[in-house]
């Protein structure tokens, strides 16, 4: 969602139809946990609460007790570990409330601990039943004297990467920028250059730091920038960007999204990825090399290309239908690709039919065919089909299909194709 917001804030794009809009949330990013967040920051020099991760009540309770004694820290906050947000208001199948909580006793870290590790926390973005904690991070607390909020983004309006920052943080970015649009600045970055010194020190006085606080924002948000750039990053959102009482400046929330073309070169990042909140059938999906989201309807949908994905899933939106997926198997696929992915839909209980709309630009409409085929016989598949080939060699993989003794229904159009889904429900 904040990557969303962004992009809308920095470019001013209007909102895209419903359907669209619906389908915005499919750009998969690699989601770390906050205390792999904050260890990246603090490895760029950026402010962050001095922090440990525990697995056990006793670890956390000697986390607590270092924290204080060694690291003179006055005041905790425990953490439950999990990748979905509303944390705090959540609650654990153990029966506490709240999977975020400040004390000053190490044994209070230790007793809460225990409620929360081996427990499922439910908030209003995991599923009904909640997500398992597996571990939990113990940090110093600060109080805080004034939020703002700073992020960098890519952005295609500008060319390139561009500071974002607002006076007014600790709250929905979005919000701001409905109500008061003059609270948001933006200072476009020449990649090539870097950012320049004197804007982004006078970003920092636009968030109202002042003084010595000023010249540490500033600096804070140059590191930041060559976090965003050394790892590849398409988002780093700190909110909020705030200030102690004692007039620190720290990052006291953040959010980073990595760029997955950079996987191999990042593979450091990438292999923090925790892959047991995530749905299953995504997740193998992902092994496989193919773009896979979940979603509520009864159409499988497997198709070759992000846009005409999305075209599809709107098409049978159109013609009354649902699309039980998002499944792109690129421009490369092979035949072991397509089996997998019949597979993946397959196993999907809401699935009713499935349609394969393939543009033959790239890839050879009879790999595709092959594939089908070999998917069809493996899996023994029983829902009806309807495939949509256009492109290169299409007529041939046609044949292929009429020829197979298989029931699959053909189409030449994407509207043919999409009525004849939808009448098979």
């Known amino acids: 969602m904040a990557a969303r917001a962004l992009t809308r804030l920095s470019s001013g794009l209007s ?6 809009a619906s389908h915005l949330p499919f750009i998969r990013c690699l989601n770390l946990h906050e205390h792999d967040s904050k260890g990246i920051l603090a490895k760029y020099n950026v402010r962050v609460q001095r922090f440990k991760v525990a697995t056990t009540a006793a670890e956390a309770k000697s986390a607590a007790e270092d924290i204080m004694t060694n690291m003179g820290a006055k005041e905790l906050v425990l953490k439950a570990q999990i990748l979905a947000g509303g944390r705090g208001k959540g609650t654990l199948s153990s029966g506490m409330k709240g999977g975020v909580k400040v004390t000053k006793s190490p044994q209070d870290v230790h007793d809460f601990s225990e409620k929360m590790l081996g427990y499922r926390l439910v908030t209003k973005q995991t599923p009904p039943d909640g997500v398992m904690v597996n571990k939990v991070m113990v940090a110093e607390a600060f109080d805080i004297a004034r939020e703002t909020y700073f992020a960098i983004v890519m952005d295609r309006s500008f060319g390139g990467p561009v500071l974002v920052g607002s006076p007014e943080g600790g709250v929905d970015i979005e919000e701001v920028a409905a109500k008061s649009p003059e609270l948001i600045y933006k200072v476009p970055v020449d990649i090539a250059a870097g950012p320049d010194k004197d804007k982004v020190f006078e970003l920092a006085g636009k968030l109202n730091f002042k003084g010595q606080q000023q010249e540490e924002a500033a600096k804070q948000m140059l590191n930041l920038y060559e976090l965003f750039l050394k790892m590849d990053a398409t988002q780093v959102e700190i909110n909020p960007f705030g200030e102690t009482p004692s007039g620190d400046v ?24 925790d892959s047991s909140e995530t749905d299953a059938q995504e997740a193998e999906a992902a092994q496989w090399g193919l773009n896979y989201i979940r979603m509520d309807g009864n159409i499988g949908c497997l198709v070759n290309g992000a846009g005409l994905a999305m075209a599809t899933m709107d098409i049978i939106k159109l013609h009354g239908g649902e699309p039980a997926n ?15 992915a019949f597979k993946i839909i397959s196993t999907d209980p809401k699935v009713k039919s499935i349609l394969v709309n393939i543009f033959g630009g790239i890839v050879d409409c009879t790999k595709i065919a092959g594939g089908v085929i070999a998917a069809c016989k493996e899996t023994g598949l029983k829902l009806p089909l309807v495939v ?5 060699n299409a007529e041939k993989a046609r044949a292929m299909l009429d020829s197979s003794g298989l029931a699959i229904q053909s189409a030449d159009l994407l509207t043919e194709a999409a009525k004849k889904a939808v009448s098979t429900l």
């Open 388 to 392: 949509r080939l256009a492109g290169n």
């Open 250 to 273: 720290v990052c006291f929330d953040s959010k980073i999204n990595f760029d997955d073309n950079a996987k191999y070169r990042q593979k450091d990042v990438f292999a923090l990825e």
């Open 326 to 340: 998002f499944l792109d198997v690129g421009g490369s696929a092979n035949e072991s690709q397509i089996t997998q």
């Open 15 to 20: 909102a895209r139809s419903q359907v669209q």
